[in-house]
């Protein structure tokens, strides 16, 4: 009977699979409602009204200039310069007034940063705060995010990757860690899938329904291959929605780049159930599946970091699964989804030997 296996399985684990992928959903799409916020906060560390003070170091003199408000602000006849050595300006210290919109500050022979603020005295008693000027080189605030070990570990090689862009800030957050969110829960859901049919002895009387052995597993395989594509492709679509609501461009790359994932994950599909019926205990075929998983993973990161690593890469599956050429590229490469199903089919056929020719516990 084509399909029994395959219905069981959805049978069984429908409510599973919905949960997850609504957990999987939120997590994904509430990403893009997040990146309005990271980018105003971001923007906030910027000091205030730099865009007003220019700041010019020569020699022993820092030379101060801004804005003239004079025009603007009625009065105004004298302007405060203050120092700190906090960008907030706890203490500020005055350390100079003029009526001109530039100044020379002596430079001390220390390296510490100095924070100058330009403060349009008006009449007696108001002040009006111009703008915030400092000694550090400027950096953008999206460049010195970029610049974290963690962006670094997880931006997969790309230097043209920015957290500036929705497409850079997707990639970093949401598909840099999505084979481990997912990975590890369909390589348990695959083993336990098979395992769980010899540790209760069932497969007796699955294997007595007129099901065959490589028909069972590759039911089994088909159950779950179609979870993982239902999840994508529902993932990607509420992932461009949650991209437009925000008033960014929602592009089909999101969809697709999660599409392309689809091989990458019946590999590890396919591995799962290799170790499941090669050990037919749960406990150890799932403990040999997380590590194959996390090791694998581990190395495609870290390589970014260890150029010793590097040469690792092309054996990882996380290599080929490129959702940055997509992403940044607008590119997908077929040889790699190739390779990667090749892979699959070959654990996969292993899986079916060691399944026909082995024994049934009893």
Do not use: C
Not at 65 to 74: Q, R
Request: glycine letters at 6%; a negative charge.
């Amino acid at each position: 009977m084509k399909g029994k296996i395959m219905s069981m399985e959805l049978r069984k684990g429908w409510k599973g699979f919905i949960i997850f992928i609504i957990v999987v959903t939120l997590v994904a799409a509430g990403y893009a409602q997040l990146y309005p916020s990271v980018m105003e906060d971001m923007e906030e560390d910027e000091l205030v009204g730099a865009e007003l003070v220019n700041i010019d170091i020569e020699g022993d003199g820092i030379h101060l200039s801004w804005t003239m408000v004079d025009g603007s602000i009625d009065g105004s006849v004298e302007y405060r310069i203050v120092e700190d050595t906090n960008q907030y300006m706890p203490n500020p210290r005055e350390i100079k007034r003029t009526s001109d919109n530039h100044t020379i500050i002596e430079r001390n022979n220390d390296e510490e940063v100095r924070y100058f603020g330009v403060i349009a005295l008006i009449g007696e008693t108001v002040e009006k705060p111009i703008g915030m000027a400092s000694t550090e080189e400027p950096v953008d605030p999206v460049e010195k995010l970029m610049d974290t070990p963690f962006v670094r570990l997880f931006s997969a090689g790309r230097e043209d990757l920015s957290m500036a862009d929705m497409e850079g800030f997707i990639s970093i957050e949401v598909y840099s860690w999505w084979i481990l969110l997912v990975g590890v829960y369909l390589a348990y859901l695959s083993v336990k899938s098979v395992t769980t049919d010899f540790e209760k002895d069932r497969l007796d009387v699955l294997l007595s329904s007129s099901v065959s052995r490589k028909g069972y597993l590759l039911e089994k395989f088909s159950a779950l291959s179609l979870f993982v594509l239902i999840m994508h492709v529902i993932v990607g679509l509420m992932i461009m929605l949650s991209v437009y609501s925000v008033g960014e461009t929602p592009y089909i790359a999101y969809l697709i780049a999660m599409l392309i994932a689809v091989p990458m994950f019946m590999v590890i599909i396919a591995v799962s159930m290799f170790f499941a019926v090669l050990f037919k205990k749960s406990r150890t075929a799932v403990g040999v599946s997380f590590g194959v998983i996390l090791v694998q993973f581990g190395l495609f990161a870290t390589g970014h970091l260890v150029e010793s690593l590097e040469p690792v890469h092309p054996f990882t599956i996380s290599h080929y699964w490129d959702y940055n050429s997509v992403l940044l590229d607008g590119v997908v490469y077929p040889l790699h989804l190739v390779l990667l199903t090749a892979i699959a089919i070959i654990f996969f056929v292993a899986s079916m030997k060691i399944f026909q020719e082995g024994d049934i516990p009893s």
